[in-house]
Every structure is written in structure tokens, then in C-alpha cells.
């Protein structure tokens, strides 16, 4: 099985503060996932990467794919309060479906 | 557009009864997952079926587990005779593309069925 580890588990900041959470695996993945799940809801996939050493940016979130593609970093700049919510990493494995971490529970405080 | 849906949102049952909880996928997509998320953990994969075949069962926890794609949409999974360890949020989620092994193929996620056994 193809672990990811993710930390830290729980996050709690101000409005207004950087973050950054992390999903570490000892396996290749062929592309990792991040995605946040808000309470009562399913996971939203927010990105994919898939080349080692990719970054990319969506808004505020600032995703890295390892260059050996074994590990994977969210950054959050300026963190607002519609930022709250579990974000999980997911890589898919060498069956049909996807591995998740446990995930960072972020809380973003006004 | 329509989303996945699932029903019911929230189920009680006393231990030892069965259950059944229905994923409506995305119209058209041909993989349906369903995963098990406990309470502080990520979704753990159960069972993938593309169209109504169910090729990958490997992660039911039990053989009081049960899925079916019958006409390939709609899905159903039972679980008999329930313990309070079945208690979790059951997740399903659809995709446009057949699964392929260790390609990414993105899913959609339903909102869950949160089933608490007594």
C-alpha cells in the first residue's frame, strides 16, 4: 500500500496569516491530488499535479510536486475564514482507486 | 448540472440491523467508487465498478459488505447485520473514464451518507 502522510494534523490560525501543510510518501506517485472536504460534504478536488518539481497556483493556494515525486506541499497565503476545512492529499494506487492522507484540519479564526 | 447524490444524508441503525445506502453518479460516467471515511481520517477506498461490473471489491471490510451497479448507474451498498464499527461516512464518487491502474482519473465526490450504528 502507498502511504501518505500528511502534517501537521490539525492547523488553527488569524485571518490573515501564511500556512503551509505537507503530504509525504517513501513511494512515486505518478500524480498527487489535493482536495478539501468541508463538514457534511465529499471532497472538491482543488489540483493535480504530475511533473516532478511542478508548481502551480490557484489564487491564494500554492500547490509543489516533489521533484522525485514522492512528496507534495500546499501553501496558503493570507488565509481567510472560507479557507476552513479538512485538506487531503490523494495519489491513485496500482488498483482503480485513490490512497488519502488523513489530512490537515485547517481552522482560519476572524 | 447534477452532482452525485446520495441518500439518505444521515442514517441510524441498532447494531445488528441491515442497511442500504444509494449513490446516484454523475449521468453518463462510467466508474463509481465508494470509499469509508471514519471520523479524523481520509476516505479508504471499498469498490470500484465500471459499468455494472464490479471489478475490484478488495476493500470491503467484511463479507457483510455488499455493492451493486445492477444497470450501471445507480449503485447500492448493503451492510448486513451492522456493528458499531461500521459507523463512518460513506463516500461515492463517479468518473467520466474507466479506471485505469496507478492513472489519475478524476472523481467526483457525493456528499456522503454519515451512518452511526448504536
Same mark, same amino acid.
Given at each position: ?8 494534523? #490539525? *492547523? ?18 505518478? &500524480? ?23 508548481? $502551480?497556483? /490557484?489564487?491564494?493556494?500554492? +500547490?509543489? #510536486?516533489? @521533484? ?13 475564514? !472560507? @479557507? ?13 482507486? =485513490?490512497? +488519502?492522507? $488523513?489530512?490537515?484540519? /485547517?481552522?482560519?479564526?476572524? | ?9 444521515? $442514517? ?11 449513490? @446516484? ?23 470500484? +465498478? ?11 471490510? &467484511?463479507?457483510? +459488505? #455488499? ?18 464499527? @461500521?459507523?463512518?461516512?460513506? =463516500?461515492?464518487?463517479?468518473?467520466? *473514464? ?11 465526490? !457525493? ?8
Amino acid at each position: 500500500t502507498q502511504l501518505l502522510e500528511q502534517s501537521p494534523q #490539525f *492547523l488553527s490560525i488569524q485571518e490573515g496569516e501564511n500556512l503551509t501543510v505537507y503530504c509525504n510518501s517513501s513511494s512515486v506517485f505518478s &500524480s498527487l491530488q489535493w482536495y478539501r472536504q468541508e463538514p457534511g460534504e465529499g471532497p472538491v478536488l482543488l489540483v493535480t499535479v504530475v511533473t516532478g518539481g511542478e508548481v $502551480k497556483k /490557484l489564487k491564494r493556494l500554492t +500547490f509543489q #510536486f516533489g @521533484d522525485a515525486r514522492k512528496d507534495s506541499s500546499l501553501h496558503i497565503t493570507a488565509a481567510q475564514p !472560507g @479557507d476552513t476545512g479538512l485538506y487531503l492529499c490523494a495519489g491513485p494506487n496500482s488498483g482503480y482507486a =485513490l490512497n +488519502f492522507g $488523513k489530512g490537515t484540519s /485547517l481552522l482560519v479564526t476572524p | 448540472g447534477a452532482g452525485v447524490s446520495q441518500s439518505p444524508r444521515y $442514517k441510524v441503525a441498532k447494531r445488528g440491523q441491515d442497511v442500504a445506502l444509494r449513490c @446516484d453518479p454523475i449521468s453518463g460516467h462510467v466508474s463509481l467508487f465508494w470509499y469509508q471515511q471514519a471520523l479524523g481520517q481520509g476516505p479508504e477506498f471499498l469498490t470500484y +465498478f465500471q459499468n455494472e461490473a464490479q471489478l475490484d471489491k478488495s476493500g470491503l471490510p &467484511s463479507d457483510r +459488505f #455488499f455493492a451493486e451497479r445492477p444497470e450501471g448507474s445507480v449503485s447500492t451498498l448493503k451492510i448486513q447485520r451492522t456493528q458499531q464499527e @461500521d459507523s463512518a461516512v460513506y =463516500l461515492c464518487a463517479s468518473s467520466r *473514464l474507466i479506471a485505469t491502474g496507478g492513472a489519475y482519473n478524476e472523481q467526483f465526490f !457525493g456528499p456522503g451518507t454519515r451512518l452511526t450504528v448504536l
